[in-house]
């Protein structure tokens, strides 16, 4: 191996360090102080219209930085009041009608098994009776386990589904302290925030603020554009379904339209978690018309979207669409759950990396150019 190659196989290993000390001091970061971080990230979104009632309105700091959560509290507070109203009206027609139709789907389901499983087990019935004794004694040896690893794997499920509403219910407290600690957090920051920006410029170089600055614009800009996507794209959800269930007369048709938008923010899944078991159920049961209607409605909702996605992230987020799925998709082996969510913030930050001429400036050092 020749000096130039050694000198590029050494530089891109400490790139490649650097990056991985990086990843790892930002996921211990988040794991040990995630109520602050995410207290300075709002710190950082509301700065505009925290300057905006300074200069405007002649606040304050300290008083713009209070009315500006308390308005913010009072909207969350309001829209959640409203959301459960509406829940507990939806959860009240559901609980009224739900045994008779719970009764019926039963019934239906058992018929129809009934006259698929029915003809199987003459059959194997004939089978079984045609078998010689070691045979038969396999077959029940073999169904006699079948018996027992479903029990146990039910009893496992029932433990586990146990387990986890316990540990939910013990981490109630935990969730309630890091909510006050990330409220003050965010006040404090909030308010000191032009002195912890004079602090951080004192201690970093001139050069690595001009870039990250440009890297933190650009970064904010996207997950705007991204944010703002998704939420054109949930809005057009949860109006499209809340007509087609006005149309099919449903009661309670604002509420399924809500959940509709927020389920339709789920890649891969959306809105077919909710209507493609409904549908199921509405043909099983045999109302052939609501059937039809919610297919419809749910085949809009497929197509709207299918011709709204690429135009909106092409617009807002400046990635291909089959960047993104690539990208949700390792996202999804990785991190499981986590890597959907994950995965389009990375996507953006590369993407920014690469906007503002970062990844050029380092593979400019990695090859000595």
Not at 49 to 69: C, D, G, N, S
Not at 79 to 85: E, G, K, M, P, W
Not at 109 to 114: F, V, Y
Request: aromatic share 14%.
């Amino acid at each position: 191996m020749d000096k130039l190659k050694r000198d590029q196989f050494l530089r891109l290993a400490f790139v490649v360090i650097i990056a991985g000390a990086a990843g790892y001091l930002i996921c211990y970061s988040w794991l040990y102080f995630s109520p602050f971080l995410i207290a300075f990230l709002f710190a950082w979104l509301i700065q505009p219209y925290l300057k905006m009632m300074e200069e405007r309105f002649h606040f304050p700091r300290w008083t713009a930085v209070i009315l500006f959560m308390l308005l913010g509290l009072l909207l969350v507070g309001g829209l959640t009041v409203l959301f459960i109203a509406e829940m507990v009206k939806g959860i009240q027609y559901l609980a009224a009608g739900m045994p008779v139709n719970v009764q019926d789907f039963i019934q239906q389901a058992l018929d129809l098994c009934t006259e698929i499983i029915n003809p199987l087990l003459h059959k194997f019935e004939k089978m079984f009776h045609s078998m010689n004794q070691f045979q038969q004694h396999s077959v029940d040896y073999s169904l006699t386990m079948l018996k027992q690893k479903v029990s146990t794997s039910a009893a496992a499920l029932i433990q586990h589904m146990l387990a986890v509403f316990t540990r939910g219910l013990a981490g109630i407290p935990n969730s309630l302290s890091t909510i006050l600690i990330g409220t003050l957090a965010a006040f404090f920051f909030c308010k000191d925030w032009e002195i912890i920006k004079s602090a951080v410029y004192r201690l970093l170089p001139p050069p690595f603020i001009t870039t990250g600055g440009a890297v933190i614009t650009d970064l904010k800009k996207t997950m705007a554009g991204i944010v703002k996507a998704q939420f054109i794209l949930m809005l057009t959800s949860s109006i499209i379904v809340l007509i087609g269930l006005v149309i099919l007369k449903f009661p309670h048709p604002l509420m399924l339209a809500v959940i509709s938008g927020f389920v339709d923010f789920v890649p891969y899944i959306g809105t077919g978690i909710i209507f493609i078991p409904w549908i199921l159920y509405e043909f099983l049961t045999g109302s052939f018309d609501i059937t039809i209607g919610l297919s419809l409605l749910y085949m809009t909702l497929v197509i709207v979207r299918q011709l709204l996605e690429p135009k909106l992230l092409a617009e807002h987020f400046g990635v291909p669409p089959v960047v993104l799925l690539i990208g949700l998709f390792a996202g999804y082996q990785l991190w499981g759950v986590y890597g959907i969510f994950l995965s389009p913030v990375i996507i953006a930050f590369l993407k920014t990396l690469h906007t503002t001429g970062v990844l050029g400036e380092v593979w400019k050092y990695i090859s000595g150019t």
